[in-house]
């Protein structure tokens, strides 16, 4: 199986070099593949300092580099390297979506491969991503209903436990089953689901992008699969600076909501988007309460709910997207 391994880089030039560094121990492996690195038109010298770097390690044979004529955005960048890949001759099996931050553990894409080779009825398989410690992310999830969005917002323990594998995030597992939609930190696509469905929608411009496509994928009849035997280290987080996992998050960029947004519009009625929405600013309208009530501190971004409010609901508040923005 011939994989095309596509990183999406913006301002992250270290940690794109350091998984490509981490790939280049996996050539010795079983999986046949090659790199495309998008360079999201970084406002720094990012295109350079890879150029350098792979000309210093001498991965050409293996590593191209892609300068995108603008930021487009993740779904942009991934499209501009699925597009490199069909256009060639011998064009790819699959495709790899791994994110800068991110560096695999032995054997890690071997064991993809093994896994979409061995079902074709597969479109989509999915890594474990852990912390360096080797401690679980999670990394599979649920489609989005009323139920989990409630849930979502209240983020009280005992009723994702009531929900169980329903809830958004289920339960952490470390055995291999099917799920509704993967991470796009390590996912890797049969090329078959992209000639059915179509590329990522770049009106995503950064989050929610990977959910739409499974989804799309799954109403196409391809069914996507966790593959815990593949383990890669996430740095989360560092590619973009939006999630904070040990400090409170700076405030939620505009490009979040509107992705949400976007998601919902897209793939249920007006009338299920506001049930979804309505039931997530209950939940974290409680959430708030039983805080007060416990005496604990506001983990939430700044200006959370109402941000979430105002691009969900007021007319006139859709948010502009920065340049700078990844």
């Not at 939609?181 to 049969?190: H, Q």
């Not at 939006?242 to 505009?254: D, I």
């Not at 897209?266 to 309208?285: C, E, I, N, Q, V």
């Not at 005496?295 to 508040?317: A, I, K, Q, T, V």
């Amino acid at each position: 199986m011939r994989v095309s391994i596509i990183i999406v880089n913006y301002c992250s030039a270290p940690l794109t070099l350091a998984c490509l560094e981490s790939l280049a121990a996996e050539r010795d492996g079983d999986a046949d593949f090659d790199v495309v690195v998008v360079e999201n038109d970084s406002p720094d010298d990012s295109y350079g300092a890879l150029s350098e770097g792979i000309a210093a390690q001498s991965w050409g044979e293996w590593v191209s580099l892609e300068r995108s004529s603008k930021n487009g955005g993740f779904a942009y960048g991934v499209n501009t390297g699925v597009r490199a890949g069909l256009s060639r001759n011998r064009r790819p099996d699959a495709f790899l979506l791994l994110n800068p931050d991110t560096y695999l553990r032995p054997r890690a894409l071997d064991v993809l491969t093994d896994t979409l080779r061995s079902d074709p009825d597969l479109g989509i398989v999915g890594s474990r991503l852990e912390d360096p410690d080797g401690t679980q992310q999670h990394s599979r999830f649920r489609f989005p209903n009323i139920g989990n969005q409630f849930a979502d917002g209240l983020r009280v323990g005992f009723v994702h436990q009531m929900l169980g594998d329903l809830a958004t995030c289920p339960p952490l597992v470390d055995k291999a089953h099917d799920i509704d939609w993967l991470a796009g930190a390590s996912m890797l696509i049969r090329r078959e689901v992209f000639e059915r469905v179509g590329l990522f929608d770049e009106d995503f411009f950064l989050y929610f992008e990977e959910l739409d496509f499974t989804r799309r994928a799954a109403a196409a009849g391809w069914r996507t699969r966790y593959a815990p035997d593949s383990k890669v280290v996430h740095l989360v987080g560092q590619s973009t600076g939006v999630t904070a996992r040990h400090a409170r998050p700076g405030r939620t960029p505009s490009y979040w909501f509107e992705s949400r947004n976007r998601y919902f519009r897209k793939h249920h009625s007006p009338a299920y988007k506001l049930a979804a929405d309505a039931a997530f600013m209950l939940g974290r309208s409680a959430h708030h309460v039983l805080r007060v009530l416990r005496g604990r501190r506001n983990e939430d971004p700044p200006r959370y709910l109402w941000d979430f409010l105002r691009h969900s609901w007021l007319p006139g508040h859709r948010g502009a997207r920065p340049a700078s923005e990844p």
